[in-house]
């Protein structure tokens, strides 16, 4: 519990460090935001204040007249207009040619650059009026043409901010404006300085969760081992107590009944504790040849060895120590004077192993299929009719004290080292091992030596 615990504790801080990281980042976006507006709108305002203490702009009265004049029809166009819709048309037309005429005049802008240029200052901008109210001056009165009072730019100049405001009055209309000028790449101008800081940030979150997943990988490996180290214990326990209860029995009955005892029995009961002794010792060196190979690699005596006879040797061993088994062996894609360098103990221990493997988990009666080719490599197939290994099981298969959940079901005895040795004397001779396995043919493993 405590364990699944620290892991959603662990998870849950680590979700949180993305909206944290996300909240710095734009903080920080958002104070460059107010140290760009308030660096360049102090600049271009003193600009602007230059300029109009210092040159009279003769292009906007220009403007100015020609607009005039325009008023002056205008007014005429409104008078004769009947309908409401007309009127309104004709306003709309009338904001627009101020708009646009407006906006011709850059006389401003282009002092604005040159002033910011000299101050050392290299960056791009525009400028635009925006009209905020329009009147038409007839002898009858003034007429509303347009009225806008948010002190806000169009909404596709967010970019920018208002540098002064102007209200102009001439013989057919008056006019309140606003000067705005525009940034259109102060956001990727501020993107591009805070690029270290956002590359720090996504550096530092892949950091975090790579050590986050790779802690928790070798916690979640501690603690398969752990429990598979528990396992084995256990198994251990009962491998080791098995011999030593019938030595046990057998010397107590020596002990007590020796001179009652016959000839032949003192011979029986002496041939058990010897052949206990025997399989106990064979556990021991199973064991502490792991723990050696924990340590170092394992130290191969390799001989050129005539494969078919060697296997040949091996199987018909088997068949005679198990004289139940139904086994089907192919030799025939082997060349009989087929030589190849092996360690002949470790590899007659590994064809042992599966061989036993095939026997204890295959079907009933077991059928163990064995056949050896060779290609670019020596192919050695070993197949049983059993089961098959589970789906989960098989990532695990050739791990250390690693035992099935059909073997435990069915108390099938063992320490979890066969596989384990198994993979490491292949390796040894650079070769590798290799499985396939399903409910409906069994399964079949496949050793694979280069020449």
Avoid at 287 to 293: C, E, K
Avoid at 321 to 332: C, D, E, F
């Amino acid at each position: 519990m405590k364990f699944r615990a620290f892991i959603w504790i662990s998870g849950i801080a680590l979700v949180m460090l993305i909206p944290v990281q996300y909240y710095f980042i734009s903080e920080t976006f958002r104070t460059k935001q107010q140290q760009f507006d308030s660096r360049y709108s102090g600049l271009t305002r003193l600009g602007l204040y230059e300029f109009e203490s210092r040159y009279i702009d003769t292009k906007e009265d220009s403007v100015f007249m020609s607009l005039d004049d325009y008023a002056y029809f205008a007014i005429h166009d409104l008078g004769f207009s009947v309908s409401p819709e007309m009127q309104d048309s004709i306003r709309k037309e009338i904001i627009l040619e101020f708009d646009h005429k407006m906006n011709l005049t850059t006389n401003r802008e282009e002092f604005l650059k040159t002033y910011l240029s000299e101050e050392g200052e290299n960056v791009r901008f525009s400028s635009l009026v925006v009209i905020r109210e329009l009147y038409l001056l007839s002898p009858g009165g003034r007429i509303s043409i347009f009225s806008d009072s948010t002190g806000e730019a169009p909404g596709i100049y967010t970019e920018g901010y208002m540098l002064n405001s102007y209200h102009v009055e001439r013989n057919y209309f008056s006019v309140s404006y606003d000067y705005f000028i525009l940034f259109p790449e102060r956001a990727e101008r501020i993107r591009n300085e805070m690029r270290l800081t956002i590359s720090l940030s996504f550096a530092t979150l892949l950091i975090v969760f790579g050590v986050f997943f790779l802690t928790l990988r070798n916690l979640l490996i501690q603690k398969r081992l752990s429990e598979l180290k528990t396992d084995f214990i256990n198994n251990m326990t009962h491998e080791l107590k098995t011999p030593l209860s019938t030595i046990s029995v057998a010397s107590s009955s020596l002990a007590k009944n020796e001179g009652e005892l016959k000839r032949e029995r003192i011979t029986e009961l002496s041939g058990i504790i010897i052949k206990q002794n025997r399989h106990l010792s064979k556990l021991i060196d199973r064991i502490l040849d792991i723990s050696i190979w924990e340590k170092d690699e394992v130290k191969l005596e390799k001989t050129p060895t005539g494969i078919h006879a060697f296997l040949s040797d091996i199987l018909e061993d088997f068949q005679a120590t198990h004289p139940g088994i139904r086994m089907k062996v192919n030799l025939s894609k082997l060349d009989t004077s087929f030589e190849i360098p092996v360690d002949r103990i470790h590899m007659h221990t590994v064809i042992n192993n599966l061989l036993s493997n095939a026997f204890k988990y295959g079907g009933d009666p077991p059928t163990i299929e064995v056949s050896a080719r060779t290609g670019d490599a020596l192919y050695i197939d070993v197949r049983d009719n059993g089961r098959g290994i589970h789906d989960a099981e098989k990532d695990h298969l050739f791990e250390k004290f690693f035992r099935g959940r059909e073997t435990r079901q069915k108390a099938i005895r063992g320490l979890g080292l066969g596989l384990y040795y198994v993979k490491k004397i292949v390796e040894a001779h650079e070769g590798s091992i290799s499985f396939d396995s399903n409910g409906e043919q069994g399964t079949i493993f496949t050793i694979e030596i280069p020449f």
